[in-house]
């Protein structure tokens, strides 16, 4: 792996990897904690439309999907608060629209649409060094919000009737963490793809949540699992020659199964230790 790092894009990868691993600990932490999986992945689906229109319009598809996962952020985010609709409609439309839009972008964009592969399966081994600075001033907006706002979050992740009463403005702060899950799911996209983003969002924190309950060391824990995730996965990708983030992503899976069924064999076991 030492030998790699002379590579240039093995340092891109190896810095999106790590800076990807920050975001989906912190975020994915409070996604799991408050069960947002699935307004998770229609914000990421939606996002898709945003790639289709940087393709249209000669700009950066990145740059086209942040615009779009933060308003599909803010939309699904008051349609299931302020109307009739379930949150599941809501989010079942706009991923469906996203992914429509998207599409139909693409086919309208004048020849062929380079890297669209890896947009949606994800290829960590070409992140260019303009998405590498992206990243880092997202990380960064990232981390700054949730350490203004930590104790807010907090009270929202376990108990959001408890942050009315104590006078939170409890719906304009889910708005801010719906952003700030848009913000995580356009780091990671050059990582793992919008297919797979969810995963490397939940899976982390679904480890480190296993084995504690505190905010704090779940978000520490789920940051250090992301980087041996994005880490091992490269470097396996790179080995073995296959896709990177889907790499990724089966370690992560592989992970979080072996974690479960030696919790469970522990606990299976306690009461015959015990006695």
């Given at each position: 792996?030492i030998?790699?790092?002379q590579?240039?894009?093995m340092?891109?990868?190896?810095?999106?990897?790590?800076?990807?691993a920050i975001?989906?600990?912190?975020i994915?932490?409070?996604?799991?904690?408050?069960?947002?999986?699935?307004?998770?992945g229609?914000?990421?689906?939606?996002?898709?439309?945003?790639i289709?229109?940087?393709y249209?319009?000669?700009?950066?598809?990145?740059?086209?999907?942040l615009?779009?996962?933060?308003?599909?952020?803010?939309i699904?985010g008051?349609?299931?608060?302020?109307t009739r609709?379930?949150?599941?409609?809501?989010i079942?439309v706009?991923?469906a629209?996203?992914?429509?839009?998207?599409?139909?972008?693409?086919?309208?964009a004048?020849?062929y649409a380079?890297?669209?592969f890896s947009?949606l399966?994800g290829n960590?081994l070409?992140?260019?060094?303009?998405?590498i600075l992206?990243?880092?001033?997202?990380?960064?907006?990232?981390l700054?919000?949730?350490f203004?706002?930590y104790?807010e979050f907090?009270?929202l992740s376990?108990?959001e009737e408890?942050?009315?009463i104590?006078?939170?403005?409890?719906f304009?702060?889910?708005l801010?963490?719906?952003c700030l899950?848009?913000?995580?799911?356009?780091?990671?996209?050059?990582?793992?793809?919008?297919?797979l983003?969810?995963?490397?969002?939940?899976?982390?924190?679904?480890?480190?949540?296993?084995?504690?309950r505190?905010?704090k060391?779940?978000?520490?824990a789920?940051?250090?699992i992301?980087v041996f995730f994005?880490t091992?996965g490269?470097?396996?990708?790179?080995?073995?020659d296959i896709?990177?983030g889907a790499t990724?992503?089966?370690?992560?899976?592989?992970?979080l199964?072996i974690s479960?069924?030696?919790?469970?064999l522990?606990?299976k076991?306690?009461?015959a230790n015990?006695?």
């Open positions: 792996m030998e790699l790092l590579y240039q894009f340092q891109n990868a190896l810095i999106a990897g790590l800076l990807s975001a989906c600990g912190v994915g932490s409070f996604v799991v904690i408050k069960r947002m999986v699935s307004i998770s229609g914000i990421a689906h939606a996002s898709f439309g945003g289709g229109l940087g249209l319009l000669g700009f950066n598809p990145v740059t086209g999907a615009a779009f996962s933060l308003g599909a952020a803010i699904m008051t349609v299931s608060r302020k609709l379930s949150s599941d409609t809501s079942g706009l991923w629209t996203g992914m429509a839009l998207g599409v139909i972008f693409i086919g309208l004048p020849g380079p890297d669209l947009y399966f960590i070409t992140v260019p060094r303009s998405d992206l990243m880092c001033v997202i990380d960064g907006i990232i700054l919000t949730v203004m706002f104790k907090s009270a376990f108990d408890f942050t009315r104590i006078g939170v403005p409890a304009a702060l889910y801010l963490l719906l899950i848009a913000l995580t799911i356009v780091v990671l996209i050059r990582a793992v793809g919008i297919v983003v969810i995963a490397l969002i939940t899976i982390p924190a679904a480890i480190a949540y296993q084995y504690t505190s905010l060391k779940m978000m520490l789920a940051v250090i992301g994005t091992a490269l470097w396996l990708s790179y080995l073995l896709a990177s990724i992503i089966m370690i992560g899976a592989i992970s199964f479960t069924g030696w919790l469970r522990r606990k076991n306690l009461p015990e006695s």
